[in-house]
C-alpha cells in the first residue's frame, strides 16, 4: 500500500506514523509534479479524497490514475466539484453555502483578506492571506485560489476517454450473492441473501443524483426546533445495532 503526498513534509509525517503502529507494508511516497512515482499497472485500488479539485491539470491526474490501475481495478475519487454549494473552500471564514454563486472570486478574496489581516499570528483563522484568484484548468473562467474550476459535467465528460465507464452499483453487485453467502458463513451472521438485505437501485437514486439540494433550517429554528442529532454518531449506533444482531461482521 502506497500513500501519495505532494509535500516531503507530508511524506515524513506518514511513514513516521506507519512505524508508530508498527505497519510495515506501507509506504509514502511524493509525488512528482504531474506523475505518480510508480510503475505502469501497479495497484488494485485507487483512493483520493479531497484532492481532484485542487490538482493543477485534472486530465492529466486522471491519465496517471488510469496508467497506475491494474486491468480491473477501481478508483475511488471522492471530491467536490467546483459549483457545488459547499466546495468554496473558505468555511474557515464562511460556512454561507453557494457563496461563490453571489460573487466573484475577486470579490470574495479582498473581503476575506480583509478579514485576515486582523489576525496578525493566525490564531483565530489558522492560514495566512490568500492568492488572487486563478484561471481555471481549462481557461474558461476565474476561480478561487487553490481550485481549479472542475466541474460535475466536465468530470463526466474526462471519464468517457477512459475505457472504463462509470457504472451503477446495481451492476456492479450482479453474481455477489454467493460471495455474501460465504462471508455470512464465516461470520455467523443471520441473513445470507443478499437480496433481502439491501436493494441497490435505492442506492444509485440516492447517489446518482444530478442536482444539488440546499436545505433552509430558518423556520424550523424560528419554530423552537433548536436540537440536533450528530450523524456520525447516528450512523455508527446503527452500525453497532446491525452487528449486535448479526446483520453485518
Known amino acids: 500500500m502506497w500513500g501519495i503526498e505532494p509535500l516531503p513534509y507530508h511524506v515524513d509525517l506518514g511513514n513516521a506514523y506507519a512505524r508508530s503502529r508498527n505497519v510495515e507494508n506501507c509506504r509514502f511516497l511524493l509525488c512528482e509534479r504531474t506523475r505518480i512515482p510508480l510503475p505502469d499497472e501497479a495497484v488494485d485500488v485507487v483512493v483520493s479524497y479531497d484532492v481532484i479539485e485542487h490538482v493543477a491539470h485534472p486530465p492529466t491526474s486522471m491519465r496517471e490514475i488510469w496508467r497506475t490501475l491494474r486491468l480491473g481495478g477501481r478508483a475511488i475519487l471522492a471530491f467536490p466539484v467546483y459549483d457545488g454549494a459547499l466546495s468554496h473552500h473558505l468555511d474557515y471564514i464562511v460556512r454561507l453555502p453557494g457563496i461563490h454563486w453571489l460573487f466573484s472570486p475577486g470579490t470574495l478574496i479582498e473581503a476575506v483578506n480583509s478579514i485576515l489581516l486582523q489576525d496578525n499570528d493566525m490564531r483565530r483563522f489558522g492560514t495566512s ?92 429554528r424560528e419554530a423552537g426546533f433548536l436540537g440536533f442529532r450528530s450523524t456520525p454518531k447516528s450512523w455508527f449506533s446503527r452500525i453497532a445495532q446491525y452487528r449486535a444482531a448479526r446483520i453485518l461482521p
Open 129 to 220: 492571506l490568500q492568492p488572487a484568484p486563478q484561471t481555471s484548468f481549462d481557461g474558461l473562467r476565474a476561480v478561487l485560489p487553490t481550485l481549479n474550476g472542475l466541474g460535475g459535467n466536465r468530470f463526466l465528460q474526462l471519464l468517457e476517454g477512459f475505457a472504463g465507464r462509470p457504472r451503477t452499483l446495481e451492476s456492479q453487485m450482479v453474481g455477489m450473492e454467493d460471495t455474501w453467502r460465504k462471508i455470512a458463513a464465516k461470520y455467523a451472521l443471520v441473513e445470507p441473501d443478499l437480496g433481502r438485505l439491501a436493494s441497490w437501485w435505492h442506492s444509485d437514486a440516492d447517489l446518482g443524483r444530478t442536482i444539488e439540494v440546499l436545505t433552509d433550517m430558518t423556520k424550523s
